[in-house]
């Protein structure tokens, strides 16, 4: 799994001006601002695209079964069943960003939370919960996903379980290691010093300080988790049939490679597409975030 250069934390509390100056820097940034166009389409299909979409993304017809990009009527050609390609990729954005994002949205706020607790207890309890961490790392994230998966068995709510076991590792090591740079700062030993409780510390000179950075690795995970969930999805481990997903449309139209493998690549180009948008959206987001 890929990691992250991580901008470091400078400050015990930080001000209007550090993240104005950080809008300012990404504002300038024309791939962030690529980046972020992308991904809003991608959230736009998401929630209004049974209503965008061309044709009914169910609709079926033999008669018109693997129809080329360019057909009257299916700019994008036709499905194994003869359903409008345009129309499956529109609506199938739902549940491919929410398979995609969800997993780290829950990995997020469970891995921060064993990463803060483990890197500001230190000691004994470090170990512990690190070690126990360092376990899954043993497995390569596909295998440990599939793995998973297959135990649990296939389906929607399994495969964003499995996501969210393989995610939440890397984040909380994350969590751990800021937590662990932050701990030693100044105003944390100010704070307890003049006999602040540990809650109060980290919520309230710890915690402003790790978010970020954490936030930052977390979107770089989400083109992970996409590829990831498209792969269980094509595996037959997560989303079923007939509902629109761009990897079980990899899934069925594997098979009409050699008819129409203009069409049969449609999904793949998508799930590339939203993967690089986000890949790039967390590189200008760390870039923008590091005050050197």
Do not use: C
Not at 255 to 271: E, H, R
């Amino acid at each position: 799994m890929s990691t992250a250069i991580l901008p470091t934390p400078v400050r015990a509390e930080p001000s209007r001006g550090y993240w104005a100056g950080t809008a300012l820097r990404f504002r300038r940034d024309p791939v962030a601002l690529f980046a972020l166009a992308v991904v809003l389409v991608l959230f736009s299909m998401a929630l209004f695209g049974m209503w965008i979409a061309p044709a009914d993304p169910m609709q079926s017809s033999m008669l018109s079964r693997l129809k080329p990009i360019g057909t009257d009527g299916h700019p994008l050609g036709t499905d194994e069943l003869g359903r409008d390609m345009l129309s499956r990729l529109i609506v199938g954005a739902r549940l491919s960003l929410f398979m995609g994002i969800t997993p780290v949205v829950l990995a997020f706020f469970i891995g921060t939370a064993i990463g803060l607790l483990a890197g500001y207890a230190g000691g004994a309890t470090n170990t512990v919960i690190m070690r126990t961490i360092d376990v899954f790392y043993a497995f390569p994230s596909v295998l440990l996903a599939i793995a998973l998966s297959g135990a649990l068995g296939a389906g929607i709510g399994n495969a964003l379980l499995s996501l969210t076991i393989v995610f939440i590792p890397p984040i909380a090591r994350v969590a751990e290691s800021v937590t662990t740079q932050v701990r030693g700062r100044d105003y944390v030993e100010a704070a307890r010093a003049s006999g602040a409780d540990a809650f109060t510390i980290v919520r309230v000179h710890v915690l402003g300080n790790v978010l970020g950075p954490i936030f930052v690795y977390a979107t770089s995970l989400i083109a992970v988790s996409m590829i990831l969930a498209s792969g269980l999805s094509f595996l037959g481990l997560g989303v079923k049939p007939p509902e629109p997903e761009w990897g079980l449309m990899l899934n069925t139209l594997r098979t009409a490679i050699y008819v129409q493998p203009w069409v049969a690549a449609l999904p793949g180009v998508m799930i590339f597409i939203t993967s690089i948008a986000f890949n790039l959206l967390s590189d200008s987001l760390r870039a923008a975030m590091d005050v050197k």
